[in-house]
């Protein structure tokens, strides 16, 4: 029996050399090794040697010092797991659809190698210029991990550039090795669209396409201010020096990204934004556990999920930021909880060209259970897009970020999703040639950073455009000619609506405004009004439908109690009042100085509610409505009102004399079309007289 034992040992012994010797065959290989920030491919990540169904970890680490080794100063920004023979798979009947927002072995076979791609316009570090450094390791212990796999992110050679240093608290002082982002400045929210890493000596470059830009820096322990380096001008072929600098932090916030499944289960190597109303910025990274720590000074902070960090990973992220108050202190054991996807939205965004919209973002967002989750999905090179989701009520749209301003595209409906399913969602876009503009205000004042969409039916389908006010509470919508616009302000939900700005109870929701366009632009503005107040507004016009502008509009309560604006270009007037009965009343003195005669009071009940109290005024005498500028032979119409007389004159330009035409009149619907048969090839310009 000794014997027999001994010769077991050598057995297991023989076995165990074949072990060891099977770890040295391991293979990783990551392709391209290179890249550009604007590359739009994949990155295929490739592994060998394997048992066959064996699963791996890889890491990608941001080399902040550019040593080409994994130390103290380097940042884990990605974190997966792949399995042998293993991809995230869901159906649409009896159709196997792949979720490759998350990377899975795409031969779907356990043969011991893996080959798993990633879309590097889904991929966190794809806008930072720099080294990374990417780590294969077994949970098993089956392998030594491997380190020595390089990979470069280079700046496009753009013309334009950002140039500077990273300064410690305003300082001479510099930091080596910071993040410096480069933010799109066009719209409300801060998008990144570049940045570098500031090399040893604190110094940055940043390459860029001409536009408007903000600047900001993160490092761990310091908090950047985003308003310091803000809406800067890069012209064609400029370069712009300017310094960025990162205050130190007094205070953390500690805690730990899960599953919502298992709260045991940390979700590792994820940049988590940590921000306030007024334009603070720190960055937590999570650890391989899903640990992170925020170094923050005393403030109101808002911990932001990263929708787009968390594609690879298969997980959602909370609509809503997680708010914590440092103002008392430090503080720890902050827990986000956050569920992996069960089912998926795919498609494709096309131009009616059937062109695919490449590096487009889609947000698929839960519509049930307080609207708690949502994901987000990017069109690859053949613009498609896959954007997780769970059981329930779903909808998947464009963000507006990202899309280009000169298309509109049509819209998801809502959808009830089943557990392992995929619903297919394609989209078309629509290039959009006309605009809708206007503003938005409370108490007076504008409210900067609120989305405003417009929505239109075409065809069969539903077509949204959105953006954000700028800081003046103005916007600008490009949408496309056809009949119908609504246009919103958004309300309720998270980031960009009046509850996140003004406070949920604060205010009321302003009522949608339909825009007709028709080979003509458009204007919605809209006055969100206080609780337990109204809105009175209306236009001031004359017999023909044309603006009186610049006068005086006044609301009376009979108390003392007396509101006045003035009507803008197109003879709006809007008055913020009190509930109740008002007296309103357009000036006698203005309308009589414009050529018009006055117009009869009206009383206005107003109760928590917009009233719309128009005014049509007579002219009493000559009055200019509109000069007309028209080219060759011409036909013009317009309408007119009963027992009213008019002139249409003609002059070659505006400093020439006036020659008056014949008008015709339809006695029956007041309607004039007039003709002058001497404007073959000629331009002139026209105007309508009213008066006897």
Same mark, same amino acid.
């Given at each position: 029996?000794?014997?027999?034992?001994?010769?077991?040992?050598?057995? %297991?012994?023989?076995?165990?050399?074949?072990?060891?010797?099977?770890r040295?065959?391991?293979?990783?290989?990551?392709?391209?090794?290179?890249?550009?920030?604007?590359?739009?491919?994949?990155?295929?990540?490739?592994?060998?040697?394997?048992?066959?169904?064996?699963?791996?970890?890889?890491?990608?680490?941001?080399?902040?010092?550019?040593?080409?080794?994994?130390?103290? /100063?380097?940042?884990?920004?990605?974190?997966?797991?792949?399995?042998?023979?293993?991809?995230?798979?869901?159906?649409?009947?009896?159709?196997?659809?792949?979720?490759?927002?998350?990377?899975?072995? @795409?031969?779907?076979?356990?043969?011991?190698?893996?080959? *798993?791609?990633?879309? $590097?316009?889904?991929?966190?570090?794809?806008?930072?210029?720099?080294?990374?450094?990417?780590?294969?390791?077994?949970?098993?212990?089956?392998?030594?991990?491997i380190?020595?796999?390089? +990979?470069?992110?280079?700046? +496009?050679?753009?013309?334009?550039?950002?140039?500077?240093?990273?300064?410690?608290?305003?300082?001479?002082?510099?930091?080596?090795?910071?993040?410096?982002?480069?933010?799109?400045?066009?719209?409300?929210?801060?998008?990144?669209?570049?940045?570098?890493?500031?090399?040893?000596?604190?110094?940055?470059?940043?390459?860029?396409?001409?536009?408007?830009?903000?600047?900001? *820096?993160?490092?761990?322990?310091?908090?950047?201010?985003?308003?310091?380096?803000?809406?800067?001008?890069?012209?064609?072929?400029?370069?712009?020096?300017?310094?960025?600098?990162?205050?130190?932090?007094?205070?953390?916030?500690?805690?730990?990204?899960?599953?919502?499944?298992?709260?045991?289960?940390g979700?590792?190597?994820?940049?988590?934004?940590?921000?306030?109303?007024?334009?603070?910025?720190?960055?937590? $990274?999570?650890?391989?556990?899903?640990? +992170?720590?925020?170094?923050? #000074?005393?403030?109101?902070?808002?911990?932001?999920?990263?929708?787009?960090?968390?594609?690879?990973?298969?997980?959602?992220?909370?609509?809503?930021?997680?708010?914590?108050?440092?103002?008392?202190g430090?503080v720890?054991?902050?827990?986000?909880?956050l569920?992996?996807?069960?089912?998926? +939205?795919? /498609?494709?965004?096309?131009?009616?060209?059937?062109?695919?919209?490449?590096?487009?973002?889609?947000s698929?967002?839960?519509?049930?259970?307080?609207?708690?989750?949502?994901?987000?999905?990017?069109?690859?090179?053949?613009?498609n897009?896959?954007?997780?989701?769970?059981?329930?009520?779903?909808?998947?749209?464009?963000?507006?970020?990202?899309?280009?301003?000169?298309?509109?595209?049509?819209?998801?409906?809502?959808?009830? %999703?089943?557990?392992?399913?995929?619903?297919?969602?394609?989209?078309?876009?629509?290039?959009?040639?006309?605009?809708?503009?206007?503003?938005?205000?409370?108490?007076?004042?504008?409210?900067?950073?609120?989305?405003v969409?417009?929505?239109? #039916?075409?065809?069969?389908?539903?077509?949204?455009?959105?953006?954000?006010?700028?800081?003046?509470?103005?916007?600008?919508?490009?949408?496309?000619n056809?009949?119908?616009?609504?246009?919103?302000?958004?309300? #309720?939900?998270?980031?960009?609506?009046?509850?996140?700005?003004l406070?949920?109870?604060?205010?009321?929701?302003?009522?949608?405004?339909?825009?007709?366009?028709?080979?003509?632009?458009?204007?919605?503005?809209?006055?969100?009004l206080?609780?337990?107040?109204?809105?009175?507004?209306?236009?001031?016009?004359?017999?023909?439908?044309?603006p009186?502008?610049?006068?005086a509009v006044?609301?009376?309560?009979?108390?003392g109690?007396?509101?006045?604006?003035?009507?803008?270009g197109?003879?709006?007037?809007?008055?913020?009042? *009190?509930?109740?009965?008002?007296?309103?009343?357009?000036?006698?003195? /203005?309308?009589?100085?414009?050529?018009?005669?006055?117009?009869?009071?009206?009383?206005?009940?107003?109760?928590?509610?917009?009233?719309?109290?128009?005014?049509?005024?007579?002219?009493?005498?000559?009055?200019?409505?509109?000069?007309?500028?028209?080219?060759?032979?011409?036909?013009?119409?317009? @309408?007119?009102?009963?027992?009213?007389?008019y002139?249409?004159?003609?002059?070659?330009?505006?400093?020439?004399?006036?020659?008056?035409?014949?008008? @015709?009149?339809?006695?029956?619907?007041?309607? $004039?079309?007039?003709?002058?048969?001497?404007?073959?090839?000629?331009?002139? $310009?026209?105007?309508?007289?009213?008066?006897?």
């Amino acid at each position: 029996m000794k014997h027999k034992l001994h010769g077991l040992f050598i057995v %297991l012994a023989l076995l165990a050399g074949l072990a060891q010797n099977a770890r040295a065959v391991v293979g990783f290989t990551i392709t391209p090794a290179a890249v550009s920030n604007t590359y739009n491919g994949t990155i295929t990540m490739q592994v060998t040697g394997l048992p066959s169904g064996d699963n791996v970890v890889i890491q990608d680490y941001l080399d902040a010092n550019t040593n080409g080794v994994i130390d103290a /100063g380097d940042i884990l920004f990605e974190q997966f797991r792949l399995t042998d023979g293993q991809q995230s798979i869901f159906l649409n009947g009896a159709t196997a659809v792949t979720n490759f927002n998350v990377p899975g072995d @795409t031969d779907n076979t356990a043969n011991g190698t893996i080959t *798993a791609r990633m879309n $590097f316009l889904g991929a966190t570090p794809q806008a930072i210029a720099g080294k990374y450094v990417f780590k294969l390791s077994s949970p098993l212990g089956h392998f030594t991990p491997i380190t020595n796999n390089l +990979f470069s992110v280079t700046n +496009f050679p753009y013309a334009q550039s950002f140039t500077g240093n990273v300064a410690s608290n305003g300082t001479s002082s510099m930091l080596p090795n910071a993040i410096v982002l480069l933010f799109n400045a066009t719209g409300g929210n801060l998008e990144v669209v570049g940045g570098a890493v500031a090399n040893n000596a604190g110094s940055y470059t940043i390459k860029a396409p001409p536009g408007i830009y903000t600047l900001a *820096a993160i490092k761990t322990n310091f908090v950047a201010d985003t308003t310091a380096a803000a809406n800067l001008v890069l012209g064609i072929g400029a370069t712009i020096s300017t310094n960025v600098s990162l205050n130190s932090a007094t205070q953390s916030i500690s805690g730990k990204i899960v599953d919502a499944s298992n709260s045991s289960l940390g979700i590792g190597g994820l940049l988590i934004p940590v921000q306030t109303q007024g334009g603070l910025l720190a960055v937590a $990274f999570a650890d391989t556990n899903g640990n +992170f720590t925020a170094r923050v #000074n005393a403030n109101q902070w808002k911990l932001e999920s990263n929708e787009e960090g968390l594609m690879p990973y298969g997980y959602l992220a909370l609509q809503n930021h997680t708010n914590v108050d440092t103002t008392g202190g430090s503080v720890s054991g902050v827990t986000i909880a956050l569920p992996k996807a069960t089912a998926i +939205f795919y /498609g494709s965004v096309k131009d009616s060209l059937n062109h695919p919209i490449v590096g487009l973002d889609l947000s698929s967002e839960q519509q049930d259970n307080n609207n708690q989750y949502e994901s987000e999905g990017i069109t690859d090179t053949n613009g498609n897009y896959v954007a997780g989701a769970l059981v329930g009520n779903w909808n998947v749209g464009i963000q507006n970020d990202s899309s280009p301003t000169n298309y509109v595209f049509s819209q998801g409906n809502n959808t009830t %999703l089943t557990s392992g399913q995929a619903f297919l969602q394609n989209f078309t876009a629509i290039f959009a040639t006309n605009h809708i503009t206007g503003h938005v205000s409370f108490n007076g004042a504008p409210v900067a950073n609120v989305q405003v969409s417009a929505n239109a #039916n075409i065809g069969l389908n539903n077509y949204q455009v959105q953006t954000d006010t700028d800081s003046n509470g103005n916007y600008w919508l490009n949408v496309v000619n056809t009949n119908d616009w609504n246009v919103n302000v958004s309300c #309720n939900g998270g980031d960009n609506t009046l509850d996140s700005i003004l406070g949920n109870g604060n205010y009321q929701c302003p009522n949608n405004i339909d825009v007709t366009i028709n080979n003509n632009n458009g204007i919605a503005n809209f006055t969100v009004l206080p609780i337990n107040s109204g809105q009175i507004f209306g236009y001031v016009t004359n017999t023909s439908g044309n603006p009186i502008i610049g006068v005086a509009v006044s609301a009376n309560d009979g108390v003392g109690d007396n509101f006045t604006n003035f009507t803008d270009g197109s003879g709006f007037y809007s008055l913020i009042v *009190a509930d109740g009965n008002w007296d309103v009343s357009v000036d006698c003195g /203005g309308l009589n100085s414009l050529g018009y005669q006055c117009v009869d009071d009206q009383i206005v009940n107003v109760s928590d509610d917009s009233v719309e109290q128009d005014f049509t005024v007579q002219a009493d005498k000559p009055v200019l409505i509109a000069p007309v500028w028209l080219t060759n032979r011409f036909s013009l119409r317009f @309408t007119g009102a009963a027992n009213q007389n008019y002139t249409v004159q003609m002059s070659t330009n505006l400093s020439s004399p006036w020659v008056s035409l014949f008008v @015709t009149n339809n006695p029956t619907t007041n309607s $004039f079309f007039l003709t002058d048969p001497n404007a073959t090839n000629k331009q002139r $310009f026209y105007r309508i007289l009213i008066g006897p």
